[in-house]
């Protein structure tokens, strides 16, 4: 059973910094994102990780930096310079064969 759980959200002032973490099992996948939903808003992308190879939204470019551990099957997200505007909740999610997988989520709040 393929499971994604992300940890290390929470209340963080403007300009401060949080490190989420994905922790993956039952699969490997070779690409893998950080999502975010704020309240009203669609899913948006963040960031996203295939064979090394990073990209990012253009929101968070300088800012978020996206990680693998392959031994751990983890994937990392390092957020620094944070703003109120990159408050939502986070998702991991990783491309399948037929479909992509996600985690539960985590909240992000940032405050002015």
């Known amino acids: 059973q393929v499971q994604l759980v992300e940890s290390g959200g929470g209340l963080v002032q403007a300009g401060g910094s949080l490190r989420l973490s994905c922790a993956v099992s039952?699969?490997?996948?070779?690409?893998m994102g950080w999502y975010r939903q704020a309240p009203g808003k669609q899913r948006e992308f963040v960031a996203g990780?295939?064979?090394?190879?990073?990209n990012y939204a253009d929101s968070v470019k300088g800012r978020f930096t996206i990680s693998r551990d392959g031994a751990k099957n983890t994937v990392d997200l390092q957020m620094n310079s944070l703003k109120p505007e990159d408050t939502a909740v986070y998702y991991c999610?990783?491309?399948?064969?037929?479909?992509?997988?996600w985690g539960q989520g985590t909240q992000v709040t940032v405050s002015s």
């Open positions: 999610s990783g491309l399948g064969i037929a479909r992509n997988y």
């Open positions: 039952g699969t490997v996948f070779s690409s």
């Open positions: 990780i295939t064979n090394g190879r990073t």
